[in-house]
């Protein structure tokens, strides 16, 4: 069964009432999360019912070894991931085996965040799960919970491989929620091509952030990486510093909580019960033009842990962070002090954001500790600076957290009265759950959605029809991709010999990939089935997470003190020889960067700019499986190769935005097999555009751009999952041809939903284009900070034509 509702709707009581029975009855129970934070909380709620028969316990990264012993022995109640799953208990079920012989029911808990590659090797490995839970004769219940998602049921399905039923109806008492989507505004500074640019929605959320905790106003802030977490909490500290140094020094007898300014002005709202709800390899970067028979291709490529911006220590993208002021983008006033590079003051530079304590509150404000009541919070804490923030916030000693999606899931951080959001998060149902967090109790709530300068964000922000009212995202996984079912083949069998009878556990496809890993001799076929013979792990073939390669270790170099990791892939993009590295605070400069020793030596510096790094693309047809005409055009589907290799990256000054120069890199191309959506115009289309004077080549080139933002609104994809390539003549097409294509090996389904979608997708390239303000072109609609040819030849006017003429019936 999967229940589907809202926020703070019970579904955490729907699945522990029938567990905690199970626990009592002599069974046992496994409970998968997608994160730590997760499922520490629901054990710390299971610790606080004092039941003497219910023993749970976690089963994870940070459970210590002289601990798992004993789980794996006396536990009743394990709470664990899908990595752990796959990469210990699973491969070691014999271990497991009094656990698995009682096993009542499985949750599966915040499962719609199983999807892209991620979700598909998560299906597989729920296939394996059932599969060894039949070896030891146990029959176990699943039971999934999930925010709202379209066809719930369905997804449930896919994602299990048994049939489902589902519980949809939400009738749990809400408060009202006021959304506000707001646009930051343009500034005097130009960018590329002398495109103006918007503030930081980073910068945005840190301003609003000192507000809301001024005004006494428990505030989460929702950051799209580990370094804008880290960088919203060190602005919004500085400016409190300075606002505490201001009152401290001023008033004899400091005066009440300030009421933050009423920033209305640009604000979309709408009041909701809330409605019913719904929410990478990676750099979607553009490359240099390349000419084929002296025409323009330009190039974007995916994102390598990028959307476009300078990358945190997890490859996720991370916006371009400017000083303090106000929302209306004027300068700050005396108690708001600009702030340096990374949102840091002038001056000092302000402790951790993991420094803090839990002093008891004093009879009166102490404007000393006002910048202590704001921290940041994402994974590569440990775990016990996790908990404590967690506990600091449920207190109230913390009013404000600048946090990754580590809290998007069910964390129980109830008493929130706000919660800002900088940044689409990636689909409708991750918005609502975000905004869910506050407001749990059944307050009334405040939630902010703060548009970074990115296609989608800007048509959001003027279309809101498109958020309110409208069903969430259907959720997309491939379990039948070969390159992920292939490595859960070969792990299945070294768990278990595969036999015949276990091949409709794993899909249609599983004799075909049999036979290749059969051919490239990973499995042996016996007459019993087929047998794993290798010496090495099978699970290390998986890399569920997408990052594929060993990662990179990430090592001081005056010290050897190991700072963190970074999957293969991503250190192209984020730790490139002369990087900006961020690490809990810590600003670093990558000195070298050797793939073939697996280090990137850093050392630490305190530079005033960030890096963009960026790539070129090629890209060929391997076989096209759909095609179908599409308005004076033709939509094709299919399997393409991708070669990209990271050439260049960009200096841009922290505060501004001002662009600093572009630093050569030498790196090794990558190849990529995967899947792409692309749309082709013969030339008696694209004739008349000629004639007229438009660049056919930077208007398929601006095409491109905005089409990948906003493919994320009609598939369950974040910008980097995807990447793209246009083309005014392709060698394999002989026509102009725009590519939008999956980012993962072998593809995630993303691409194909963007052919099912494609009128809805490229009428709304269209209208996003049209409706921002700039006259030739901006972030917010064209541009790619990625572009690896400097956002030209890019043709605004152009790209409007190209997709009116597209669009067009025949």
């Given at each position: 069964?999967?229940?589907?509702?809202g926020?703070?709707?019970g579904?955490?009581?729907?699945?522990?009432t029938?567990?905690?029975?199970?626990?009592?009855?002599?069974?046992?129970?496994?409970y998968?999360?997608?994160?730590?934070?997760l499922?520490?909380?629901q054990?710390?709620?299971?610790?606080?019912?004092?039941?003497?028969?219910?023993?749970?316990?976690?089963?994870?990264?940070?459970?210590p070894?002289?601990?798992?012993t004993?789980?794996?022995q006396?536990?009743?109640?394990?709470l664990?991931?899908?990595?752990?799953?796959?990469?210990?208990?699973?491969?070691?079920?014999?271990?497991?085996?009094?656990?698995?012989?009682?096993?009542r029911?499985?949750?599966v808990?915040?499962?719609?965040?199983?999807?892209?590659?991620?979700?598909?090797?998560?299906?597989?490995?729920?296939?394996?799960?059932?599969?060894?839970?039949?070896?030891?004769?146990s029959?176990?219940?699943?039971?999934?919970?999930?925010?709202?998602?379209?066809e719930?049921g369905?997804?449930a399905m896919r994602?299990t491989?048994?049939?489902?039923?589902?519980?949809?109806?939400?009738?749990?008492?809400?408060?009202?929620?006021?959304?506000?989507l707001?646009e930051?505004?343009?500034t005097?500074?130009?960018?590329?091509?002398?495109?103006?640019?918007?503030r930081?929605?980073?910068?945005e959320?840190?301003?609003l952030?000192?507000?809301?905790?001024?005004?006494?106003?428990?505030?989460?802030?929702?950051?799209r990486?580990?370094?804008?977490?880290?960088?919203v909490?060190?602005?919004?500290?500085?400016?409190?510093?300075?606002?505490?140094?201001?009152?401290?020094?001023?008033?004899?007898?400091p005066?009440?909580?300030?009421?933050?300014a009423a920033?209305?002005?640009?604000?979309?709202?709408a009041?909701?019960?809330?409605?019913?709800h719904?929410?990478?390899?990676?750099?979607?970067?553009?490359?240099?033009?390349?000419?084929?028979d002296?025409?323009?291709?330009s190039?974007?490529?995916?994102?390598?842990?990028?959307?476009g911006?300078?990358?945190?220590?997890?490859?996720h993208?991370?916006?371009?962070?400017?000083?303090?002021?106000?929302l209306d983008g004027?300068?700050?006033?005396?108690?708001?002090h600009?702030t340096?590079?990374?949102?840091?003051?002038?001056?000092?530079?302000?402790e951790?954001?993991?420094?803090?304590?839990?002093?008891?509150?004093?009879?009166?404000?102490?404007?000393?500790?006002?910048?202590?009541?704001?921290?940041?919070?994402?994974?590569g804490y440990?775990a016990?600076?996790?908990?404590?923030?967690?506990?600091?916030?449920?207190?109230?000693?913390?009013m404000?957290l600048?946090t990754?999606?580590a809290?998007?899931?069910?964390?129980d951080v109830s008493?929130?009265?706000a919660?800002?959001?900088?940044?689409?998060p990636?689909?409708?149902?991750?918005?609502?759950?975000?905004?869910g967090?506050?407001?749990?109790?059944?307050q009334?709530?405040?939630?902010v959605l703060?548009?970074?300068?990115d296609?989608l964000?800007?048509?959001?922000?003027?279309?809101?029809?498109?958020l309110?009212?409208?069903?969430v995202?259907?959720?997309?996984?491939d379990?039948?991709?070969?390159?992920?079912?292939?490595?859960?083949?070969c792990a299945?069998?070294?768990?278990?010999?595969l036999?015949?009878?276990d091949l409709?556990?794993?899909?249609?496809?599983?004799?075909?990939?049999?036979?290749?890993?059969v051919?490239?001799a990973?499995?042996?076929?016996?007459?019993?089935?087929?047998?794993w013979?290798?010496r090495?792990?099978?699970?290390?073939?998986?890399?569920?997470?997408?990052?594929?390669?060993?990662?990179?270790q990430?090592?001081e170099?005056s010290t050897?003190?190991?700072l963190?990791s970074v999957?293969?892939?991503?250190?192209h993009?984020t730790?490139?020889?002369?990087?900006?590295y961020l690490?809990?605070?810590?600003?670093?400069?990558v000195?070298?960067?050797d793939?073939e020793?697996?280090?990137?030596l850093v050392?630490?510096?305190?530079?005033d700019?960030?890096?963009?790094?960026?790539?070129?693309?090629?890209?060929?047809?391997?076989?096209t499986?759909?095609?179908?005409?599409?308005?004076?055009?033709?939509?094709?589907?299919g399997e393409?190769e991708?070669?990209?290799?990271?050439?260049?990256y960009?200096?841009r000054r922290?505060?501004?935005?001002?662009m600093?120069?572009?630093?050569?890199?030498?790196?090794?191309p990558r190849?990529?097999?995967t899947?792409?959506v692309?749309?082709?115009?013969?030339?008696?289309?694209?004739a008349?555009?000629?004639?007229?004077g438009?660049?056919?080549?930077?208007a398929a080139?601006?095409?491109?751009?905005a089409?990948?933002?906003?493919?994320p609104?009609?598939?369950?994809?974040d910008?980097?999952?995807?990447g793209?390539?246009?083309?005014?003549?392709?060698?394999?097409?002989?026509?102009?041809t725009?590519f939008?294509?999956?980012?993962?090996?072998?593809?995630a389904g993303f691409?194909?939903?963007?052919?099912a979608?494609?009128a809805?997708?490229l009428?709304?390239?269209?209208?996003a284009i049209?409706?921002?303000e700039?006259e030739r072109?901006c972030?917010?609609?064209?541009?790619?900070?990625?572009?690896?040819n400097?956002?030209?030849?890019l043709?605004?006017?152009g790209?409007?034509?190209?997709?009116?003429t597209l669009l067009s019936?025949?």
């Amino acid at each position: 069964m999967i229940i589907s509702t809202g926020t703070a709707s019970g579904k955490s009581l729907a699945y522990l009432t029938p567990a905690v029975a199970a626990c009592l009855d002599g069974g046992t129970i496994l409970y998968l999360t997608p994160t730590k934070a997760l499922a520490a909380d629901q054990l710390r709620s299971l610790r606080e019912l004092r039941i003497t028969q219910l023993r749970a316990a976690s089963f994870d990264g940070d459970t210590p070894f002289e601990e798992r012993t004993w789980v794996r022995q006396h536990a009743n109640y394990v709470l664990t991931n899908p990595d752990m799953l796959h990469r210990s208990i699973l491969p070691r079920h014999s271990q497991w085996s009094s656990f698995f012989r009682r096993l009542r029911m499985i949750v599966v808990d915040e499962c719609h965040g199983y999807r892209g590659v991620f979700g598909s090797h998560v299906a597989q490995i729920l296939r394996r799960l059932r599969r060894v839970c039949a070896r030891y004769g146990s029959r176990p219940t699943f039971l999934l919970a999930s925010a709202t998602a379209s066809e719930p049921g369905a997804f449930a399905m896919r994602l299990t491989g048994l049939e489902m039923d589902e519980v949809t109806v939400d009738a749990s008492p809400k408060g009202a929620t006021t959304i506000a989507l707001w646009e930051p505004p343009l500034t005097e500074l130009r960018g590329e091509g002398g495109a103006p640019v918007r503030r930081t929605a980073t910068a945005e959320a840190a301003d609003l952030l000192a507000d809301l905790v001024l005004a006494d106003v428990r505030t989460l802030a929702f950051v799209r990486s580990r370094r804008g977490a880290e960088t919203v909490a060190l602005t919004a500290r500085a400016k409190l510093a300075d606002v505490a140094f201001s009152l401290s020094g001023h008033f004899p007898n400091p005066p009440a909580p300030l009421t933050p300014a009423a920033h209305q002005d640009g604000l979309t709202t709408a009041h909701s019960s809330p409605a019913p709800h719904r929410e990478g390899p990676t750099t979607s970067q553009d490359s240099p033009a390349t000419h084929q028979d002296g025409l323009t291709t330009s190039q974007d490529g995916p994102a390598m842990g990028q959307d476009g911006a300078a990358t945190g220590p997890d490859g996720h993208a991370t916006d371009r962070d400017g000083h303090a002021t106000s929302l209306d983008g004027h300068a700050t006033s005396p108690d708001s002090h600009a702030t340096g590079q990374g949102g840091e003051a002038s001056g000092p530079v302000p402790e951790s954001s993991l420094n803090w304590a839990l002093p008891d509150s004093p009879p009166h404000p102490d404007w000393a500790e006002l910048p202590n009541k704001i921290a940041a919070y994402r994974a590569g804490y440990l775990a016990e600076d996790r908990r404590l923030l967690e506990k600091a916030l449920r207190a109230g000693t913390l009013m404000g957290l600048a946090t990754t999606n580590a809290l998007e899931l069910g964390v129980d951080v109830s008493g929130l009265d706000a919660v800002l959001i900088a940044g689409w998060p990636g689909t409708r149902a991750s918005l609502w759950q975000q905004a869910g967090r506050a407001g749990r109790d059944g307050q009334d709530a405040l939630a902010v959605l703060i548009a970074r300068d990115d296609p989608l964000d800007t048509y959001l922000v003027h279309h809101p029809q498109a958020l309110f009212g409208r069903p969430v995202e259907a959720i997309v996984l491939d379990p039948d991709n070969p390159y992920v079912l292939g490595p859960h083949l070969c792990a299945a069998a070294a768990e278990i010999p595969l036999t015949e009878d276990d091949l409709p556990i794993f899909g249609d496809t599983t004799s075909t990939v049999l036979d290749d890993l059969v051919a490239q001799a990973l499995l042996r076929r016996r007459p019993a089935g087929w047998f794993w013979t290798r010496r090495e792990r099978a699970t290390d073939l998986a890399d569920i997470r997408g990052g594929g390669g060993a990662p990179i270790q990430v090592v001081e170099s005056s010290t050897g003190r190991l700072l963190g990791s970074v999957d293969e892939p991503s250190a192209h993009t984020t730790v490139h020889t002369g990087a900006v590295y961020l690490h809990q605070g810590e600003t670093f400069l990558v000195e070298v960067l050797d793939l073939e020793a697996g280090v990137a030596l850093v050392s630490g510096a305190n530079p005033d700019f960030t890096t963009f790094a960026r790539d070129i693309t090629d890209i060929s047809i391997l076989a096209t499986q759909r095609s179908q005409p599409l308005g004076s055009g033709t939509l094709h589907f299919g399997e393409v190769e991708v070669t990209r290799q990271v050439v260049s990256y960009l200096k841009r000054r922290l505060q501004s935005g001002e662009m600093l120069g572009d630093e050569p890199l030498d790196l090794p191309p990558r190849t990529l097999r995967t899947r792409a959506v692309w749309w082709t115009l013969p030339a008696s289309a694209v004739a008349p555009l000629a004639e007229s004077g438009i660049d056919l080549g930077g208007a398929a080139h601006a095409a491109e751009h905005a089409s990948i933002g906003l493919l994320p609104l009609f598939a369950t994809c974040d910008r980097w999952d995807i990447g793209g390539v246009s083309t005014e003549l392709h060698a394999d097409t002989g026509l102009l041809t725009v590519f939008v294509y999956d980012g993962h090996e072998g593809g995630a389904g993303f691409a194909e939903r963007g052919y099912a979608r494609a009128a809805d997708w490229l009428t709304a390239t269209r209208e996003a284009i049209t409706s921002c303000e700039c006259e030739r072109g901006c972030p917010s609609c064209i541009q790619s900070p990625k572009c690896g040819n400097g956002n030209e030849p890019l043709h605004k006017r152009g790209a409007v034509r190209l997709l009116n003429t597209l669009l067009s019936p025949q």
